[in-house]
T-cell receptor, first 113, second 114 residues
Framework: KNQVEQSPQSLIILEGKNCTLQCNYTVSPFSNLRWYKQDTGRGPVSLTIMTFSENTKSNGRYTATLDADTKQSSLHITASQLSDSASYICVVSMNTGFQKLVFGTGTRLLVSP | SQTIHQWPATLVQPVGSPLSLECTVEGTSNPNLYWYRQAAGRGLQLLFY??????ISSEVPQNLSASRPQDRQFILSSKKLLLSDSGFYLCAWSVLDREDTEAFFGQGTRLTVV
């Protein structure tokens, strides 16, 4: 069964601290892995996208890693800011002739002052 | 630049009433279009996708239907809403099916069926 699991389910950190979110997947055939940020009541916005051959990608204070052998990914947020409070969703794309995206349930991050 | 518009932002409808959510894309042609639903505390679930005008594929059996009357217009409908249709509905688009193709989402519609 094609699934994407994320941990932790929720996380509270102090402003300025770092954190790491985890994503494990069992999706085949694998095309790419994306991390999205979703503010409450809004559509997801892409942070990073990694293909099978990429094992790390950065976007400002966000750094994503991908281990295609173990089917694991992480999203590291450095020097957190209050505006980082959101849900972070790991999404794996299946190459089935169209982009079929399998979504994780997300990690809800709260950055407190 | 490409933009995606989805409306309305929120909607409260009684059980048994019809539904029509609209999504339009600007700045691109022949996009792949998608409708997703996000139930409370759960991940996004693909409902429908379309690779061209009049071409609709359904991922899960349900009370909803989709139509694509124009290249950049995607409509989600129901003849009679159920309580279980409540949720957050998102429209998305992408172009081409390269492995690094980006998917862009609308702002979503919060539907509450009462």
């Amino acid at each position: 069964k094609n699934q994407v699991e994320q941990s932790p389910q929720s996380l509270i950190i102090l402003e300025g601290k770092n954190c790491t979110l985890q994503c494990n997947y069992t999706v085949s055939p694998f095309s790419n892995l994306r991390w999205y940020k979703q503010d409450t009541g809004r559509g997801p916005v892409s942070l990073t996208i990694m293909t099978f051959s990429e094992n790390t990608k950065s976007n400002g204070r966000y750094t994503a890693t991908l281990d295609a052998d173990t089917k694991q990914s992480s999203l590291h947020i450095t020097a957190s800011q209050l505006s980082d409070s959101a849900s972070y969703i790991c999404v794996v794309s299946m190459n089935t002739g169209f982009q079929k995206l399998v979504f994780g349930t997300g990690t809800r991050l709260l950055v407190s002052p | 630049s490409q933009t995606i518009h989805q409306w309305p932002a929120t909607l409260v409808q009684p059980v048994g009433s019809p539904l029509s959510l609209e999504c339009t894309v600007e700045g691109t042609s022949n996009p792949n279009l998608y409708w997703y639903r996000q139930a409370a505390g759960r991940g996004l679930q693909l409902l429908f996708y379309s690779v061209g005008i009049g071409q609709i594929s359904s991922e899960v059996p349900q009370n909803l239907s989709a139509s694509r009357p124009q290249d950049r217009q995607f409509i989600l409908s129901s003849k009679k809403l159920l309580l279980s249709d409540s949720g957050f509905y998102l429209c998305a688009w992408s172009v081409l099916d390269r492995e690094d193709t980006e998917a862009f989402f609308g702002q979503g519609t919060r539907l509450t069926v009462v």
